[in-house]
């Protein structure tokens, strides 16, 4: 019976796939007829543009907004000419969010405008087009980056592109001029800057004024080699209340940073400003802070209990750091240092970074013990990443394989929490091996240890130029003796339940006789 059953069960699924079978031939025969009787020749059919095929996949397939975003990728140039094909490319076009006009781009129209007589003008007028044609509709970002090659000619038109860039209502103005161009502050004033959330100018003047106007909706400055005067950017910051990030990069004509109370600033760097001598922030609710420059330079950061994460670049700042951050600054959570030359070993205090989760140092000097390292671990109960990177000497260090008759240890409690470690540079220094093994014995719960003897670039594996960056040959010496250091005092302390790499130079970018 239950036979009978399944075969009267079988002949019905084939019935119905018989039926299915049947409408889907009659449904393409369907099809196929309908084509055959189309109007017109098949070269009448070979003129549908291009622009209505891609308007019709626009509507079945891909969303408007989609073509946008595939569009935005394209360089400016290739943007412009794709723009010519269809109108669905068109709206895109004029819908684009950013006009980059890079280097290579000014390159490329400024030889098609070559070809004319009126070079300059016929420069001006291609840049003209392409920024009226757009209505400002999805524009949010213009950049213009203007190399030594362009002359004065071009330059006077820069005024006018800003100009126009500014009344679409941007939102991002990025500028780098390599000469000795002055940003027309006026451009900003009356309202006109008012969309303006970011400003980024490099390579120029800037002096604003008094009678700037109030850029109320800026949230980003970022100013890189950049002549302006310390009292002229106290008087732009005092405007500038929605201000969250400042960013100030090799602008040696400031020698004093003033910040007013502003609430919303979150985020200070400042690198290399050759002539600063003091900074003084009155902002409440600083979170970051970069500053890399002389350590002679007075920081005055206001309510430092607030500031979460620090990156500090300066020589013998490592010593400072492990006696003094923990009181002025007791709820840093990153903590990242730079010393060049670092004179004196970190000592063991009693004072504990007890929020601190990562930290990061490059340190260097030739009579510095990275044994004592040990002291920011023991300092940090809540650490969780751990990155060193072995600043390299004139002269070597001593190595473990000339004096491996002692190797240290330093009493310290466990950790518990420290998960990830890793050491650029590895060698085979009797200190930095000495800190690994301390690690290795004390953190209970790492999970991976990274011993990296080259300088931790990207390898030619991921690295557009598809090489991996120079190494000299002494730096391949060294860097195989860590390996070999690696493999005799590392790893046989490397518990099983710890992921151990070590990364050795590449050998197609780095063969050499040893």
Avoid at 175 to 194: A, E, I, K, Q
Avoid at 435 to 451: D, H, K, P
Avoid at 476 to 490: D, N, S
Wanted: glycine letters at 4%; charged letters at 25%.
């Amino acid at each position: 019976m239950a036979m009978l059953n399944l075969s009267r069960f079988m002949s019905k699924q084939q019935q119905r796939q018989r039926k299915r079978r049947r409408h889907q031939i009659r449904a393409r025969n369907g099809w196929v007829a309908s084509r055959s009787k189309r109007k017109g020749s098949p070269s009448q059919q070979d003129r549908n543009s291009l622009g209505s095929q891609i308007k019709g996949y626009s509507g079945l397939t891909l969303l408007e907004d989609v073509w946008c975003s595939i569009h935005s990728l394209l360089p400016l140039q290739d943007a412009a000419r794709v723009a010519c094909v269809s109108q669905a490319f068109v709206r895109s076009w004029r819908c684009r969010p950013k006009l980059d006009f890079c280097e290579n781009t000014l390159k490329a129209l400024n030889k098609e405008a070559c070809q004319n007589d009126d070079k300059a003008g016929d420069f001006k007028s291609r840049i003209d087009c392409i920024l009226k044609k757009h209505s400002g509709i999805g524009l949010k970002a213009v950049k213009f980056e203007f190399p030594l090659v362009y002359n004065q000619d071009h330059l006077a038109h820069l005024d006018s592109w800003l100009q126009i860039a500014v009344k679409l209502g941007i939102e991002e103005l990025s500028l780098r001029v390599d000469g000795d161009y002055n940003f027309p502050c006026s451009l900003l004033s009356g309202g006109t800057g008012d969309r303006l959330r970011c400003l980024s100018l490099a390579a120029c003047q800037f002096h604003p004024t008094v009678g700037l106007g109030c850029l109320r909706n800026l949230t980003r400055l970022q100013l890189s080699l950049v002549h302006i005067a310390s009292s002229e950017l106290g008087c732009l910051l005092s405007s500038l209340f929605a201000l969250e990030a400042l960013e100030l990069r090799s602008c040696d004509s400031i020698v004093c940073l003033n910040i007013p109370c502003l609430q919303q600033l979150s985020y200070l760097e400042v690198v290399t400003c050759l002539s600063l001598k003091a900074i003084e922030s009155k902002a409440p609710n600083l979170y970051s802070v970069w500053f890399s420059g002389d350590p002679q330079v007075k920081l005055s950061l206001g309510e430092t209990w607030r500031i979460k994460k620090l990156h500090r670049h300066c020589n013998n700042f490592a010593f400072y750091a492990r006696t003094k951050l923990p009181s002025s600054m007791p709820n840093l959570e990153s903590l990242s240092i730079r010393s060049d030359v670092e004179m004196v070993s970190t000592p063991m205090a009693p004072s504990k970074f007890l929020h601190l989760k990562s930290l990061s140092i490059a340190i260097g000097g030739l009579t510095f013990d990275y044994l004592s390292l040990v002291s920011f671990l023991d300092a940090s109960p809540s650490l969780e990443t751990f990155n060193l990177e072995v600043m390299r000497e004139w002269k070597k260090r001593v190595s473990i394989f000339e004096d491996h008759s002692n190797v240290r240890t330093m009493p310290g409690h466990h950790h518990f929490k420290l998960k990830n470690v890793k050491i650029i540079k590895f060698s085979a220094a009797k200190s930095v091996v000495e800190l690994t093994r301390q690690i290795l014995e004390y953190a209970t719960s790492l999970e991976c240890l990274t011993l990296d003897t080259t300088h931790g670039m990207p390898r030619c594996s991921v690295n557009k130029t598809g090489k991996c960056i120079f190494m000299d040959k002494e730096a391949l010496v060294e860097a195989h003796e860590g390996l070999l250091a690696a493999k005799m005092y590392i790893e046989p302390k490397v518990p099983s339940t710890v992921e151990f790499k070590v990364l050795e130079p590449c050998i197609r970018c780095h063969a050499v006789g040893l």
